[in-house]
């Protein structure tokens, strides 16, 4: 099994650790993002930065358990970090909790460095090459698979852990099962390669021994400390630490020796690395380790530790003086011919685009020049061509660039918006009648307008209110035009984006932009010998007004990404509900467009300007709900006739024509009441001038005229009496205050209108 695994259900790719990754091990798949083994360098980022943790250390635990529980002898090993992670622990009491759980040995890995140190100053004492230290897993995997060029220069001697491993294996026989444990996510790897492989049975993280220890509900401070076994390490336990290496090694360090380079952290050993292999440095010994503050910095290190407090402890626990018992065995000479390894190239080139390859995959995600490559980092590589690189060769996929993916959407919705909108209108179109009802002034006004402008080619400017009816006298006008064999295309230009817009209008050649797999004729060719109304005309932008009044002004359309131009004839009915003057003033409408539209005008009068047509207008939606519906309705109750007129109808004549159709499903019978009108309606109609007017017209009405003037009257007498006092008032009239107060609204009156009034004045 892979030391690092992926859940797959976890994974929301966010891209950390392909942004982390600093050798693109990670390949990005549909619903997850996974690991290619044969580029990964364990270096553990991906672990440190995913988010959801879906990456994850393959678990160790069940296999050290089974191990634990057999005829083996099994050996921990505690690797050099140890003090930095268990730092409130007594090392004595450690070994005592390992025992507890089954280890027969514990050993300090330090030892490792010094097992290793003298061939490290022998071969380093070399001037014939440039030596990089193989000490740390993480740099051997960069150096075999990615940079085979340093293969030579790698020190060819096995890591502090491998020693052990050989030297522990040597001197008890190969049966012993050797548990190394450590902050090293690079050591899982290195026990897996065929070089260094069976010196070390498992791996186990400094986390996973301490889950073993819960869960066996050991507690370590109340154990009584116990010796280690083996040999007493000196400066191997400096090794963790950054710079430890010549200590541990017994090499001379100079801060002043150029020909000596020693850093920590991916970014510093990159540079290194990436400028030895090629050529722009030679050092003679180069001391590397990929993680920051050295092995102290693991990515199994205890993260709540600062670096300077964990090195403090490292140092603290070289200077303590930490009992050992070794066995006779291992006070013997020891066997050192095993600390010698080789290195291979691993290799795998990935075939790299040429720039051709590049650029179709950059214009993929709509990106056509440089300045469209935004390098925002959002798929996890450092430019938009890496990305299109690893697009290339596998790793990555289209899907994964955010700004294109934003742009989809948003065209999407533009588009769906636009679906929506027209097969609204469709459905709008199938309940009603083309016919544009009234009788007030000025709708006979509009109707008169109509027939007049109709039959000419005019251009037409149709200007009000949402809801007033534009749309409809736009076919109106169509109607009556000579073009009216011809089309009539609408398109609203507020629901989608410019550059759609565009197309939508103009139409596109194949290729022109992404998603445009096909040749696509625009509205202005769907209309040719017809009328094109465009709703909202004052929303498009200055850039497709000017393209709008180049295709009024010669007759000739051009597709997006086209040249040639294509002859149309087409009317134009805009509308707006903008202040198109204001816009020119402002600068967001052109003023050669607006006075191109600007030749004939109608201006749609708001509903609250045509009372007169309002009960004419709801019977006729009631007919159109009552069709729509399949349900008899036959008449408006008065009282909701009046209520429909005193309101004010923002939402114009759409809002009447909702309203009644809402009615019309909440009436029991066949007549609509005032009870099924919006309680802003019905609430509205209560006390309301126009209301007593119209009421005479029945005598329930006139009854109920005569009621509320007396209700009225007697609410401000008793207003009065208690000198504008709404309680004493109530108390007099015998009605609970609320009542009142609820009089009171209904009709307008305040207290203080009573209290400022003259005596003789008053009712
Ligand atoms: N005078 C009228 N007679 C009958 N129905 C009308 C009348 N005026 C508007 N309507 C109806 O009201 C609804 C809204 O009208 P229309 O879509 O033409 O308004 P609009 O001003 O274009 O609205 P918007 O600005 O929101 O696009 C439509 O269903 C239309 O048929």
Not at 217 to 225: F, N, R, Y
Not at 615 to 635: C, D, G, Q, V, Y
Request: aromatic share 6%.
């Amino acid at each position: 099994m892979e030391p690092i695994i992926t859940d797959k259900e976890k994974c929301r790719k966010c891209y950390c650790c392909v942004r982390s990754c600093p050798v693109k091990a990670i390949k990005v798949e549909k619903r997850y993002t996974e690991i290619i083994f044969d580029r990964c360098i364990g270096c553990g980022n991906c672990l440190s930065n995913c988010p959801q943790r879906a990456k994850m250390v393959a678990d160790k635990v069940g296999v050290t358990e089974s191990l634990l529980t057999s005829e083996d002898e099994v050996i921990a090993v505690l690797g050099s970090s140890f003090p930095a992670f268990f730092h409130n622990v007594a090392p004595g009491k450690l070994v005592a909790g390992l025992k507890r759980i089954g280890f027969r040995q514990v050993h300090e890995g330090a030892y490792g460095a010094e097992l290793i140190a003298g061939d490290y100053a022998r071969i380093t004492g070399d001037n014939d090459r440039t030596h990089i230290s193989s000490h740390c897993p993480a740099i051997v995997d960069l150096i075999e698979r990615h940079y085979p060029k340093l293969l030579r220069n790698l020190v060819p001697v096995v890591s502090p852990m491998i020693a052990m491993g050989r030297y522990l294996k040597g001197v008890l026989g190969p049966k012993a099962k050797v548990v190394y444990i450590s902050s090293c996510i690079a050591a899982k790897f290195e026990t897996q390669m065929t070089e260094t492989r069976g010196a070390i049975d498992i791996v186990l993280t400094y986390r996973e021994l301490e889950g073993i220890f819960r869960s066996r509900q050991i507690s370590l401070p109340t154990l009584e400390a116990l010796p280690f076994d083996g040999l007493t390490p000196t400066v191997g336990r400096l090794f963790p630490i950054n710079g430890g290496t010549f200590r541990s090694f017994s090499m001379p360090s100079n801060p002043l020796d150029t020909e000596v380079v020693s850093a920590c952290g991916e970014v510093n050993v990159m540079g290194i690395i990436k400028d030895m292999a090629a050529g722009r440095i030679a050092p003679r010994f180069a001391d590397l380790r990929f993680c920051y503050d050295g092995c102290i910095g693991g990515p199994g290190r205890n993260s709540d530790l600062t670096e300077f407090y964990r090195r403090n402890l490292i140092i603290n626990h070289y200077k303590q003086d930490i009992p050992h018992e070794p066995a006779p065995h291992h006070l013997s000479p020891r066997e050192q011919a095993g600390l010698t390894r080789t290195f291979a190239s691993k290799h795998a080139r990935l075939e790299s685009p040429k720039g051709n390859d590049v650029r179709k995959i950059l214009q993929a995600t709509s990106k056509y020049s440089v300045k469209d490559e935004l390098n925002c980092r959002a798929c996890g590589y450092r430019t938009c061509r890496e990305y299109a690189a690893a697009v290339y060769q596998g790793l990555a996929e289209i899907e994964m660039c955010l700004p294109y993916n934003l742009q989809q959407l948003e065209e999407d919705r533009g588009r769906l918006i636009q679906k929506y909108e027209l097969a609204r209108r469709e459905l709008d179109r199938e309940y009603t009648d083309e016919f544009i009802v009234g009788n007030d002034r000025k709708t006979l006004e509009v109707l008169d307008l109509i027939k007049q402008v109709g039959p000419t080619p005019t251009t037409v400017l149709i200007r009000g209110e949402s809801g007033t009816g534009k749309e409809l006298t736009a076919r109106a006008i169509h109607r009556f035009s000579k073009r009216n064999d011809k089309p009539l295309v609408t398109l609203n230009c507020t629901t989608i984006t410019d550059s759609l817009l565009e197309s939508e209008l103009f139409g596109h050649k194949r290729g022109a932009f992404t998603g445009a797999i096909a040749e696509k004729k625009g509205l202005f060719e769907a209309a040719d010998g017809g009328t094109i109304f465009l709703d909202e005309i004052g929303d498009i932008t200055p850039k497709l007004q000017a393209e709008l009044l180049r295709v009024l002004d010669t007759g000739e359309v051009r597709p997006v990404g086209g040249t040639a131009a294509r002859k149309v004839d087409v009317r134009l009915i805009a509308a707006t509900n903008r202040n198109l003057e204001e816009g020119v003033r402002e600068g967001w409408f052109r003023e050669d467009l607006y006075y191109r539209l600007n030749v004939f005008t109608i201006t749609m009068p708001p509903l609250r300007n045509r009372v007169e047509s309002i009960p004419i207008l709801a019977h006729h939606f009631m007919e159109k709900a009552s069709t729509k519906l399949n349900k008899r309705l036959s008449a408006i109750e008065e009282r909701a006739v009046i209520a429909l007129t005193t309101y004010p109808w923002p939402g114009n004549i759409r809002e009447m024509q909702n309203v009644i159709e809402r009615a019309a499903v909440l009436a029991h019978d066949d007549v609509i009441h005032l009870e099924n009108l919006p309680l802003a309606l019905s609430e509205n109609l209560e006390g309301s001038p126009t209301a007593d007017l119209d009421m005479r017209s029945s005598f329930r009405a006139e009854r109920e005229r005569h009621v509320v003037k007396l209700e009225k009257k007697l609410i401000q007498r008793y207003l009065a009496e208690a000198n504008g006092n709404v309680s004493r008032a109530a108390r007099l009239a015998n009605i609970p205050r609320r009542t009142f107060y609820r009089l009171l609204d209904k009709y307008r009156l305040k207290e203080k209108d009573v209290r400022d009034m003259p005596r003789e004045d008053r009712p």
